[in-house]
């Protein structure tokens, strides 16, 4: 049984671990130096990327932003590699790197976990 399906744990999903210092560093090392300024985002504000958690609207406006980002797979390795708990990065709401993070730590390699969230995030991530 897959670990996010026995009842009663939901919250695991919600704490996730810490990530080990070698998946930190691997991610680091898919971070583009200067990826903060090439970023969609650069030209607005922060609180765009920092939508509360029931403004669902302004959630999915700052996703889809991300959607047409050239660094969003740096900026998603930075979030990961350094635990970024609040807001949108990399395309990828809290919940999601939550869950990314449970499935680094469980075993998914590096590339594979950015690839899910990058590439295929219509069929994995947007109901989150
Ligand atoms: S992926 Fe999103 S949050 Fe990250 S730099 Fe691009 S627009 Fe900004």
Redesign the pocket.
Known sequence: MNRRETPGQLELVFTPPELSDDVRAELAAHVVPG??A?????STGNDA?FPEDADTTGKAA?LD??G?????R???AY?LSTGEEY?????TTEVQRHVLTWDLSDGTTVPDALDRATLLPELLWRAA
């Open positions: 990826w903060e090439m970023g969609e985002c650069r990327w700052a932003r991300c047409f980002c050239p660094v969003r740096s900026c998603l979030a807001g949108v990065w990399g395309g």
